[in-house]
């Protein structure tokens, strides 16, 4: 079975430019979720998606970031303007009732 | 507010030498809670889901526990490869949502 996939790997940017993270969670898994972790810390809940519907955005900064689910499947998250204090790693995680597997992650640097 | 704890924040065992990392949680409608490992570069890999006070999951040195109010993970006899952080998450009410604890770094020495 295959995993949750994240691309790109790694990103480099300057601050007040744009970046675009892509997830394909797992075949089936219903809920998608997007975390922010910042080094030595633990993962933080961006956004959760039930489907193609969002369930919880309530951590997401929606003056600079944006995330969409199109037709209940893969995802992307923006990020425009991006701030020095966005540099972290962007995961994504999927799951089918609870239990979630999580993507290699995006590793986001601002400079 | 809901709140996820674990302790200590970075630990150094001796090869061989057991212990114990703790989760404590203070959620609303608590669903399960999950185990975790993380290496360096990589994204949570799921290790347990405990649902009830009393449960308890066990995988090679692993060993994970549920109270009511918190969760211990212990390790028996560690291996310098059991090195990597340990995240601890607890799973909220109907809507499957997910709240992370800040993870035990641990470091096994040969």
């Known amino acids: 079975e295959a995993g949750v996939a994240q691309s790109p790997r790694y990103k480099i940017i300057e601050k007040r430019q744009s970046v675009a993270f892509w997830c394909n969670p797992i075949?089936?898994?219903?809920?998608l979720y997007w975390y922010q972790q910042i080094l030595g810390q633990g993962p933080k809940l961006l956004i959760q998606?039930?489907?193609?519907?969002?369930?919880?955005d309530s951590q997401l900064p929606k003056d600079r970031f944006s995330a969409e689910r199109l037709k209940g499947v893969d995802s992307t998250l923006k990020i425009q303007p991006a701030k020095l204090e966005d540099s972290a790693v962007y995961l994504c995680?999927?799951?089918?009732?609870?239990?979630?597997?999580f993507g290699q992650g995006t590793r986001l640097t601002v400079v | 507010e809901d709140q996820v704890t674990q302790s200590p924040e970075a630990l150094r065992l001796q090869e061989g030498e057991s212990s114990s990392l703790n989760c404590s949680y203070t959620?609303?409608?608590?669903?399960?809670l999950f185990w975790y490992r993380q290496d360096p570069g990589k994204g949570p890999e799921f290790l347990f889901t405990?649902?009830?006070a009393g449960e308890e999951k066990e995988k090679e040195r692993l060993k994970a526990t549920l109270t009511k109010k918190e969760s211990f993970l212990h390790i028996t006899a560690p291996k310098p490869e059991d090195s990597a952080t340990y995240l601890c998450?607890?799973?909220?009410?109907?809507?499957?949502?997910?709240?992370f604890g800040s993870g035990t770094r641990l470091l096994v020495r040969p």
């Open positions: 995680a999927s799951s089918q009732g609870f239990g979630a597997f």
């Open positions: 075949s089936g898994h219903a809920t």
């Open positions: 998606f039930q489907n193609n519907g969002v369930v919880d």
């Open positions: 959620v609303s409608g608590l669903r399960g």
């Open positions: 405990l649902y009830s």
């Open positions: 998450a607890v799973g909220m009410d109907s809507s499957y949502k997910l709240i």
